[in-house]
């Protein structure tokens, strides 16, 4: 099975300021990685797929990029909505695997 | 607007078994394959099970294998779970989740809010 692990844990940004959370897979993924955005209290939500592509109605702020084994997900100017738990998950094989999360915090 | 409706969870004792059901609309049903996810409290997420659109191909996590049945029934636009010798650690928030296409792709574009199954004596 292919493992992903994110880094770091935990991250603290200010609003206004960029934020990069890291993904990385134990073997070549090509771009089969998604990320998710998940709020307290609320399911995931699908923000990229194909290590790139956002999903439909997902701000440009928003951006992830990477293939192989070292993938970014990178958001240009956090907004207050934006602090939440972000997983990465791999869907090159089976099983599907989901990183353990970052948690998005406010500096 | 996909809509996806957990329902079934609640308290069952280990070793019983549990049907959850999610009820989809907002889209062809059955043009999409399924999946069941699944969140323990406080911790991250665990792909769970998977069915074609047909009911042609399914698939479940080890974890779960042999006793957890996954189908759906696309008249009635639901999918399900049966869970069957509980343990502890199956205690979760289940997630109904929808692919992209027809067989599993294993990435997942909308979720439900989820049914909590609690595995207590």
């Known amino acids: 099975e292919i493992v992903v692990t994110q880094s770091p844990a935990t991250l603290s940004v200010s609003p206004g300021e960029r934020a990069t959370l890291s993904c990385r897979a134990s073997q070549s993924v090509s771009n089969n990685l998604a990320w998710y955005q998940q709020k307290p209290g609320q399911a995931p939500r699908l923000l990229i797929s194909g290590a790139s592509t956002r999903a439909t109605g997902i701000p440009a702020r928003f951006s992830g990029s990477g293939s192989g084994t070292e993938f970014t997900l990178t958001i240009s100017s956090l907004q207050s909505e934006d602090f939440a738990v972000y997983y990465c998950?791999?869907?090159?094989?089976?099983?599907?695997?989901f990183g353990q999360g970052t948690r998005l915090e406010i500096k | 607007e996909v809509q996806l409706l957990e329902s079934g969870g609640g308290l069952v004792q280990p070793g019983r078994s549990l049907r959850v059901s999610c009820a989809a609309s907002g889209f062809t049903f059955d043009d999409y394959a399924m999946h069941w996810v699944r969140q323990a409290p406080g911790k991250g997420l665990e792909w769970v099970s998977s069915i074609s659109y047909n009911s042609g191909g399914m698939g479940h996590a080890d974890s779960v294998k042999g006793r957890f049945t996954i189908s759906r029934d696309n008249a009635k636009n639901s999918l399900y779970l049966q869970m069957n010798s509980l343990t502890a650690e199956d205690t979760a928030l289940y997630y109904c989740?929808?692919?992209?296409?027809?067989?599993?792709?294993?990435?997942?574009?909308?979720w439900g809010q989820g049914t909590l199954v609690t595995v207590s004596s």
């Open positions: 989740a929808k692919d992209i296409g027809p067989a599993p792709s294993y990435f997942f574009d909308f």
């Open positions: 998950q791999q869907y090159e094989n089976w099983p599907p695997l």
